[in-house]
Nanobody, 121 residues
Framework: QVQLVESGGGLVQAGGSLRLSCAAS????????MGWYRQAAGKQRELVAA???????NYADSVKGRFTISRDNAKNTVYLQMNDLKPEDTAVYYC???????????????WGQGTLVTVSS
């Protein structure tokens, strides 16, 4: 019914950059807050960055000043620009849509399948 598809992960050296994309498709009436989460091996999933429908953002302290979240509402897409990457940023990154409103007027929380980011030292 509704799907989030992430792309842009990969292997990068420390200090490098990657840009993740998350495209939402399906029976969408309105996307509300969107976010990026990550889960490193053996650790719990954590919030990296979030953005409201109006463009307000918040970030985990560990990524402030290095990562930027943005969205293109016309394309139902959210991005995560990651600069100055560090080995500790290595994780599977997941896109999340919170309170997504479908065309049948249901509110859903939707997760993407995840994309792996590996930062080598």
């Amino acid at each position: 019914q509704v799907q989030l598809v992430e792309s842009g992960g990969g292997l990068v050296q420390a200090g490098g950059s990657l840009r993740l994309s998350c495209a939402a498709s399906g029976s969408i009436f309105r996307l509300n807050a969107m976010g990026w989460y990550r889960q490193a091996a053996g650790k719990q999933r954590e919030l990296v960055a979030a953005i409201t429908s109006g463009g307000s953002t918040n970030y985990a302290d560990s990524v402030k000043g290095r990562f930027t979240i943005s969205r293109d509402n016309a394309k139902n897409t959210v991005y995560l620009q990651m600069n100055d990457l560090k080995p500790e940023d290595t994780a599977v990154y997941y896109c999340n849509a919170d309170n997504l409103l479908t065309k049948t007027f249901r509110y859903l929380e939707v997760w993407g399948q995840g994309t792996l980011v590996t930062v080598s030292s």
